[in-house]
């Protein structure tokens, strides 16, 4: 009777899990699990495992977990976005250039938002209406916008951007870091809309079958540009962390953040065909992502051996999901 009680309540506990999380998620949260387990025993004397060193690396995952939110609605749509590094950039250029200017940290804040959501609808329209190839378009955007950040910020950092900004990267809430609060928080508006709305349910349609979802009246191009104005407000708020970080803007940053992204949505399961994926899958990708890096570091792994590493790793998630999908 005990024996039987105890498999119920096991069985119980399985039931949540499958409730809370797809097999492809369970999946991707015990690789998270084994390795958080293999780094704990190989760091010296478990300092990995210890409260500082975790609020370390959501700190540091922070932007890119916000910027992978954006990412996952895209790709969900059956396109990429390679220029929210760039985008980050440039909005944290231009929020920078607006503080000293005007001595207005409130209207910094709110030109580094619309930064990023005027990229993003640039690339939305594009790709929406103009039927641009989402890689041609946004590759070229993140040219350009690179190009612009250099040009307006002289090559050089733009020091200085007040207070309020500078909150959101050094402040804390509750004694937690503000950027861990940000991007917590940012996961759970991106799984609200993707589970919750119209316009999650369009995101998915549109990457399983843009060519049926347009049959079935719905305004494609709308919901597709969406998505990527949603990248370019992620860019930006990831922008506002790094500049509040450095006090700065430095027309260098975001540099690669774009491949981060991608990585943290890929190995969290998201199709690259579009259609398929979670934003608590991205959430988990990114974590093992931060995992990954800090844990490498504290085992004195060579730096550019970390890259390597970091390939094999998304490279095997790829290949993951491609024998799942000749399945």
């Known amino acids: 009777m005990n ?21 492809r998620e369970i999946g991707v949260f015990f690789a998270l699990v084994i390795m958080v387990a293999l780094v704990t025993v190989f760091s010296e004397g478990g300092t990995f495992m210890t409260g ?24 969900l ?15 944290g250029a231009f929020a920078a ?4 200017s005007t001595g207005s940290s ?24 103009f039927n641009v190839p989402p890689f041609i378009q946004t590759l070229v955007t993140m040219t350009a916008a690179r190009g612009i950040t250099f040009i307006v910020t002289n090559g050089t950092p733009v020091g200085r951007v007040g207070a309020f900004i500078t909150f959101f990267g050094r ?15 940012a996961f759970v508006v ?18 399983g079958s843009e060519e049926c979802t347009k049959l079935s009246g719905v305004n494609v191009p709308y919901y597709k540009a969406l998505a990527y104005v949603i990248a370019g407000l992620t860019a930006s708020i990831g922008s506002l962390i790094l500049i509040a970080r450095l006090n700065s803007a430095q027309p260098s940053m975001g540099d690669k953040f774009e491949m981060d992204a991608i990585a943290a949505v890929v190995i969290g399961g998201t199709s690259l065909a579009g259609g398929s994926g ?23 792994v060579d730096s550019f051996a970390q890259y390597v590493v970091k390939g094999g790793v998304i490279l095997f998630a790829v290949l993951l999901e491609t024998r799942k999908k000749g399945r």
């Not at 500082?52 to 790709?75: D, E, K, R, Y």
């Not at 608590?280 to 990708?285: A, E, L, M, P, S």
Request: charge should be positive; proline fraction near 1%.
């Open 3 to 23: 024996m039987a009680h105890k498999q119920g309540t096991v069985d119980e506990g399985m039931s949540v899990w499958k409730k809370l999380l797809s097999q």
């Open 52 to 75: 500082s060193n975790i609020i370390n690396i959501l700190q540091s995952v922070s932007t890119n977990g916000i910027i992978a939110i954006g990412m996952t609605f895209v790709i």
């Open 77 to 91: 749509t059956g396109g990429i976005d390679l220029s929210v590094g760039s985008t980050l950039a440039l909005s």
């Open 97 to 100: 250039l607006t503080y000293n």
């Open 106 to 129: 409130g209207l910094a804040f709110l030109v580094c938002l619309a930064t990023g959501l005027v990229v993003g609808l640039f690339n939305g329209i594009m790709v929406a209406r």
């Open 171 to 185: 402040g804390t809430l509750l004694g937690v870091p503000v950027p861990i609060v940000l991007m917590l928080l």
């Open 190 to 207: 991106g799984w609200f809309l993707l589970t919750q709305t119209t316009l999650g349910r369009y995101t998915y349609a549109i990457g």
């Open 278 to 300: 979670t934003i608590i899958g991205t959430f988990i990708g990114t974590l093992i992502l931060g995992v990954l890096m800090n844990g490498m570091n504290m085992l004195g």
